[in-house]
């Protein structure tokens, strides 16, 4: 039952940063179109956010114009 148990709280945070990744990419790529970017730029900053989350989005911060 310790490894049902362990599995599950795994599969549960497993899931929680899936979603935030995907929250925080949507926000990236709307962030990017609000901004009046193209949207082959934002579609770039999305698919760069979700494949390299951390990464990904340090990049778009920096780089965003305010």
């Known amino acids: 039952m310790?490894?049902?148990s362990a599995f599950a709280i795994f599969?549960?945070?497993g899931?929680?940063?899936l979603i935030l990744?995907?929250?925080t990419s949507v926000w990236a790529y709307r962030?990017?179109?609000r901004k009046g970017n193209s949207k082959e730029y934002a579609?770039?900053?999305l698919i760069g956010t979700l494949f390299f989350?951390?990464?990904g989005l340090i990049v778009?911060?920096?780089i965003r114009n305010d």
């Open 15 to 17: 899931l929680l940063i």
């Open 43 to 45: 579609i770039v900053v």
């Open 31 to 33: 962030d990017s179109i």
């Open 60 to 62: 778009y911060l920096v």
């Open 2 to 4: 310790e490894i049902v």
């Open 53 to 55: 989350p951390i990464l």
């Open 11 to 13: 599969l549960f945070f």
């Open 21 to 23: 990744n995907l929250i």
